[in-house]
């Protein structure tokens, strides 16, 4: 039931930045929901990266920073790490389908 | 600061309902969160089930048409899961997690419990 398409991957050098996206439309994101970010390290819960479309919970490193724009949203981290290898998800509110969604999920992987 | 950990069984049989508990410490549950249920099949994405606020108010997946149900008991500061009819299809990990209110509907959840892994099987 994932209306929030993200890339199946994504990877890149240490200390390269790389960039994921979350497209949905009209009915979200573009509806003007904010768009939240998770981590989810291998066998561990998600963990909040991003909320409300840019703010960092604190703690949370500021390598990691999220944008919206229209009906889509990006998160990037800068100076990739070898810990940052995970799966991230992006999530919103769909107003046609009256719940909570979630992205497909990206894979990063840290060459 | 607010820590939750799920409890139940984990295997549950088909038809069945499936009964879990996420225990609340370090905060109190008549706070103005919302208490949410996600889950995520083996390998797969995460799925929004529902939530609850301290009030009694529920907020439920359309998609899990009328199984599930989503209650608070605040003396033990605990709110529960209950999904009935399962099949094969609902087996994951079951996570219990904070909805921190922001705009209407722009709840994000923070933090979550570790999760507990509830498996159908015959």
């Known amino acids: 039931q994932s209306v929030l398409t993200q890339p199946p991957s994504v990877s890149g050098a240490p200390g390269q930045r790389v960039t994921i996206s979350c497209t949905g439309d009209s009915s979200n994101i573009g509806a003007g929901y904010d768009v939240h970010w998770y981590q989810q390290l291998p066998g561990t819960a998600p963990k909040l990266l991003i909320y409300g479309d840019s703010d960092r919970p604190s703690g949370v490193p500021d390598r990691f920073s999220g944008s919206k724009s229209g009906t889509s949203a990006s998160l990037a981290i800068a100076g990739l790490q070898a810990e940052d290898e995970a799966d991230y998800y992006c999530?919103?509110?769909?107003?046609?389908?009256?719940?909570?969604?979630f992205g497909t999920g990206t894979k990063v992987t840290v060459l | 600061q607010v820590q939750l950990q799920e409890s139940g069984p984990g295997l549950v049989k088909p038809s069945e309902t499936l009964s879990l508990t996420c225990t609340i410490s370090?905060?109190?549950?008549?706070?103005?969160?919302?208490w949410s249920w996600v889950r995520q099949p083996p390998g797969k994405g995460l799925e929004w089930m529902g939530e609850i606020h301290y009030s009694g108010n529920t907020n439920y997946n359309p998609s899990l048409k009328g199984r599930v149900t989503i209650s608070v008991e605040k003396p033990k500061n605990q709110f529960s899961l209950r999904l009935s009819s399962v099949t094969a299809a609902d087996t994951a990990m079951y996570y219990c997690a904070v909805g921190i209110p922001g705009r209407p509907r722009n709840n994000w959840f923070d933090p979550w419990g570790q999760g507990t892994l509830v498996t159908v099987f015959s």
């Open positions: 999530q919103s509110y769909d107003s046609s389908l009256s719940l909570y969604v």
């Open positions: 370090g905060g109190a549950i008549s706070s103005n969160n919302w």
